[in-house]
């Protein structure tokens, strides 16, 4: 069993919907949760950043952290076709060596 | 520049050949990282920089792989005997350093391995 479980899609959704993004994962001593974006041909970009468990919004986006069941959410709020990437989350225990997830590819349809 | 940048985009090499790969930090950042990204995968940690030293290189698969930092700066990984397997494209960040800083990554170098 990988330690970070995420569903790789494709997840092909219209303009303006709500998109969630799921990760599971196995390793209790991660406390930073990170959500990075990455589109074709790009290296990946950090965009959301939470420590421990909780909920943190950023314009569209927000972030969930459940560290009990071990689940990780990013919710994107009227998504645009800009937002099609491949998106990764990525759990950390503070050593710095980020595990991703498989990514999980976004298509929103203009 | 201000971002990270990787030297060559593409690189394409026979079976047993070596290849060297360089990555080109964000100016004053101390901390630089190498991750290597399957295709359909998430990027995989292969090495850790603080400064000149390899502060944690528990990701690299085996002794054909090997990174420096001679000056804390920029980095090249090197490749020897090169296998089809080692096809993927290879990452870098670097941040500030420090627990929790922001790594922020470099496009990457593709390299195939005929």
């Known amino acids: 069993q990988k330690e970070v479980e995420q569903d790789p899609g494709p997840l092909s959704v219209p303009e303006g919907a709500i998109v969630s993004l799921n990760c599971t994962y196995s390793n209790s001593a991660f406390q930073y949760f990170m959500w990075y974006r990455q589109y074709s041909r790009k290296g990946p970009e950090l965009l959301m950043y939470t420590y421990s468990s909780g909920n943190k919004e950023d314009g569209r986006f927000t972030a969930q952290v459940d560290k009990s069941s071990k689940y990780i959410s990013l919710f994107i709020r009227d998504s645009q076709p800009s937002d099609s990437a491949t998106y990764l989350c990525a759990p950390d225990t503070g050593r710095r060596a980020l595990t991703f997830g498989s990514g999980t590819r976004l298509q929103v349809q203009p | 520049g201000a971002g990270v940048s990787q030297t060559p985009s593409n690189k394409v090499t026979e079976k047993g050949k070596y290849v060297e790969l360089r990555c080109d930090p964000i100016s004053g950042h101390t901390a630089l990282y190498w991750y290597r990204q399957s295709l359909g995968q998430g990027p995989e940690f292969l090495i850790y920089?603080?400064?000149?030293?390899?502060?944690?290189d528990s990701g690299l698969p085996n002794d054909r792989f090997f990174a420096v930092r001679p000056e804390g700066s920029v980095s090249t990984l090197k490749i020897q005997r090169t296998e089809r397997g080692d096809s993927a494209v290879y990452l870098c960040a670097s941040s500030q350093g420090g627990d929790g800083s922001e790594q922020f990554f470099g496009p990457g170098t593709r390299l195939t391995v005929l």
């Open positions: 920089f603080q400064g000149t030293g390899a502060a944690d």
